[in-house]
Each structure stands twice: as structure tokens, then as C-alpha cells.
């Protein structure tokens, strides 16, 4: 079983940046983040794999938001710039074993797909 430790999140001003931090107790292949906003579906943000090869974006955080990881400390970061108000809701970090997404039939935007999850972490974006 892996447990994922999500932190980083907080209170930001529209225009600001926050970045999120998810440490995996043990090895884990593609790792996102996925957000739910009061009253809303949790949907897919941003995913990347373990090689680092591949990085998938929402269109609503293409060229704000990047993902990156330290396989050294089983980790996985979220830079997220020019926040906005919308931005706002729960952030999880989830985690997927191999061939369970990022395969033919199985798309990283699905949650699904993992079989991990966080507790997740606050992110509020004021105007």
C-alpha cells in the first residue's frame, strides 16, 4: 500500500503562486493531481509519468501550471503561477501502479484509473 502526503496548499491573491508537494511512501509510475471545488466533480489537473517522459495539462492550466518530480524522494511537485479565483478548491495528489493508467483505454485524466489518493490540501485564490 502507498500513502500519499500532500502540502503546500494556502491562501494566495489572484496573480500569485503557490507550489504543492506530494511525497509517495513507495514507488509509484504515474503520478497527477486532480481538484474538486465545493459543489463539484473532482477533475483532472495535471499528470506526469515516473520516467518523467510524458506530462499531461488541462487546458485550463496550460502555460500556468507545471508539474515535476524528484525520483530520489519519491515526490512530485505542482508550481502553480498566475492563480486565479477559479483555481480554488481541494487539490489531491493520486498515484497509479503500472499499466493501470497511461495506457491505451486507461487516460491519466480519469480518476478511476488510480489507485492512490492524498487527503488532499486547501487551495484558496482571492480576488
Known amino acids: 500500500q502507498v500513502q500519499l502526503v500532500e502540502s503546500g496548499g494556502g491562501l494566495v491573491a489572484a496573480g500569485g503562486s503557490l507550489r504543492l508537494s506530494c511525497a509517495a511512501s513507495g514507488r509509484t509510475f504515474t503520478m497527477g493531481w486532480f481538484r474538486q471545488a465545493p459543489g463539484k466533480e473532482r477533475e483532472f489537473v495535471v499528470a506526469i509519468t515516473w520516467s518523467g517522459g510524458r506530462t499531461y495539462y488541462a487546458d485550463s492550466v496550460k502555460g500556468r501550471f507545471a508539474i515535476s518530480k524528484d525520483n530520489a524522494d519519491n515526490t512530485v511537485y505542482l508550481q502553480m503561477n498566475s492563480l486565479k479565483p477559479e483555481d480554488t478548491a481541494v487539490y489531491y495528489c493520486?498515484?497509479?501502479?503500472?499499466?493501470?493508467?497511461?495506457?491505451?483505454?486507461?487516460?491519466?485524466?480519469?480518476?478511476?484509473?488510480?489507485?492512490?489518493w492524498g487527503q488532499g490540501t486547501q487551495v484558496t485564490v482571492y480576488s
Open positions: 493520486a498515484a497509479c501502479r503500472a499499466l493501470r493508467c497511461d495506457v491505451v483505454g486507461r487516460p491519466v485524466s480519469v480518476k478511476g484509473n488510480y489507485d492512490y
